[in-house]
């Protein structure tokens, strides 16, 4: 599996080549890119001139790039791309094109003062607008890969009440199959969100379980299937146990375009909350086969 790897010379660089190592497995191969601002007449240190810039820079480059290789695990082949952009975002969405990735992969999200974590301004971009999925992970949810070995153990697909299951649960299925790994899908039932009384509650599990049901046998894949609920999408996946070395699988909003990402605030809530690394699937997206 080819995934691209948002790489940055700092702890987060590290979680991407982690998560991506594990996501990928043994038969993974990682493009790690560095991209840097696009020259222009004011990037230079001093405006008007280079001032020895651009050879100063490149030996920057190529430092990060020995540090970012040293980072992957035995048995897995990197190699580094650097590339000047405009946007950051842009620059990955089109490296991920030009490469054939399967997935992007990003580093640990930013640590509010609340405690929560959440996506930085790249990683913002490209919730909103990729058109493969992206994956990424807290420091903790990173931790969680390196106390199983750096390995995946079960993939969990994390699906509600509306259109879009299949997608999602396809995608899970595809990257636990590819590894042989367990596979769970969950619908998260929450309370708050239910218009009929809490006395309907167990109707509304019911029906979300039959849901499921139906969506792993349309697509023919061995699955335990579960229902969280709680007050709140918070509550219901704190119901929830988690493995080390697992990862969720999430969908785009309904909001999004076909084949596009949209970060809906269900999704962003899990962002928030989950303890394992996330993947967020874009509206309508097939796997396909890989590529070399």
């Known amino acids: ?47 008007g001139g280079d001032h020895g810039y651009c050879s100063i820079l490149a030996e ?16 897995i082949s990197a190699r580094v791309i650097a590339r000047a952009v405009g946007s950051p975002a842009q620059g990955l969405m089109a490296l991920a094109t030009e490469t054939g990735a399967r997935a992007i992969v990003l580093g640990g999200r930013k640590r509010h003062m609340a405690g929560f974590f ?3 301004s790249v990683a913002s971009a490209l919730l909103h607008a990729a058109p493969i999925p992206v994956a990424m992970g807290s420091p903790e949810a990173v931790a969680s890969l390196e106390r199983a070995n750096g ?5 969990t697909a994390l699906v509600g009440t509306r259109p879009g299951a299949k997608g999602v649960v396809q995608a899970a299925a595809a990257a636990a199959h590819q590894q042989d790994l367990q596979l769970r899908v969950v619908s998260l039932v929450a309370q708050d969100d239910n218009d009929t009384r809490a006395a309907d509650l167990d109707e509304s599990i019911s029906r979300a379980r039959a849901n499921v049901a139906e969506v792993v046998a349309e697509l023919g894949v061995a699955a335990e299937i579960s229902i969280a609920s709680g007050t709140g999408i918070d509550d219901a996946i704190a119901e929830l146990g988690w493995e ?19 970060l809906g605030s269900t999704a962003q809530r899990m962002l928030r909350t989950l303890p394992v690394p996330l993947v967020v699937v874009p509206k309508n997206y097939q796997t396909g086969p890989a590529r070399s």
């Open 118 to 120: 959440a996506p930085g």
């Open 151 to 155: 390995q995946l153990r079960r993939v």
């Open 244 to 262: 080390d070395g697992e990862i969720a699988v999430v969908g785009s909003s309904r909001l999004a375009r076909k084949r596009r990402l949209f």
């Open 1 to 47: 599996m080819r995934l691209l790897v948002g790489y940055t010379a700092d702890a987060r660089g590290a979680e991407a080549i982690a998560l991506a190592a594990a996501l990928g497995g043994p038969a993974a191969h990682l493009d790690l890119a560095i991209v840097l601002p696009e020259s222009t007449p004011f990037s230079a240190v001093y405006p």
């Open 60 to 75: 920057k480059v190529d430092l990060w790039a020995k540090e970012a290789l040293a980072l992957v695990p035995p048995g």
